[in-house]
């Protein structure tokens, strides 16, 4: 693999880019760390709002259509723009894979970059950082992009998390609503979609509020 950049160094001084490109210090590089949802990707339709994170410590995971995996990354400055390189393996429909990838931070805060699977495909993604300003995000000064439907489910995996210490089963929607199996699983994508919640592809009890629990309404 090429590499598209080389590490970063503290003394490295921000250069001219590309039209349409970020020029950043050094010390803005960390913005790539956290998760990110892909928002645009070739054949990633599948159950769960496709994503990848970035830790701190170098690790991370992904996933997107029906491959999920672990990897492993370093952050890298490519003619001033913050980038990131990753290797990564994974499960492909159960079957072992790897690969690696890159991705760039460009001007409208979009991360843009490769996904290469070994012996397989490559797919182009564009991704946006969870938390940033998007819709069906809250915020004071915003109104809330969820319906009041959407609110109240919002509002009782608030309430159940903190009253039992772990997140709901969609089981638990279904018997408090009152609701049929697939509308409850139809809302919880539904929420993912919009970035009001998240999930960890495989685990039980994995969903997590994205948005601030005083600002829900009270559960009805």
């Not at 997140?167 to 018997?175: G, K, L, Q, S």
Request: charged share 25%.
């Amino acid at each position: 693999m090429s590499s598209i950049g080389s590490e970063f160094t503290t003394g490295s001084l921000p250069r001219e880019t590309s039209a349409g490109l970020i020029t950043t210090m050094p010390e803005m590089l960390p913005d790539i760390l956290g998760r990110w949802r892909i928002i645009e990707m070739e054949d990633s339709e599948g159950d769960f709002q496709p994503f990848i994170q970035f830790r701190p410590n170098g690790s991370g995971e992904f996933a997107f259509g029906l491959v999920e995996g672990f990897i492993d990354h370093r952050l890298l400055e490519r003619e001033g723009r913050p980038a990131v390189e990753w290797t990564w393996h994974g499960t492909d429909e159960m079957d072992d894979v790897s690969g690696r990838g890159w991705a760039v931070l460009h001007q409208d805060r979009c991360l843009r970059g490769m996904f290469f699977i070994h012996h397989g495909d490559e797919r182009h993604f564009v991704a946006k950082k969870v938390g940033a300003k998007k819709p069906g995000a809250f915020s004071k000064s915003e109104p809330s992009k969820a319906t009041s439907r959407q609110e109240q489910f919002l509002a009782f995996i608030s309430h159940y998390t903190k009253l039992n210490g772990q997140a709901p089963a969609e089981r638990d929607m279904e018997r408090y609503f009152k609701i049929t199996a697939p509308s409850v699983h139809q809302m919880v994508v539904t929420l993912e979609k919009k970035g009001l919640i998240e999930r960890t592809r495989g685990a039980a009890r994995s969903i997590r509020l994205l948005v601030p629990s005083e600002q829900l309404p009270d559960l009805e």
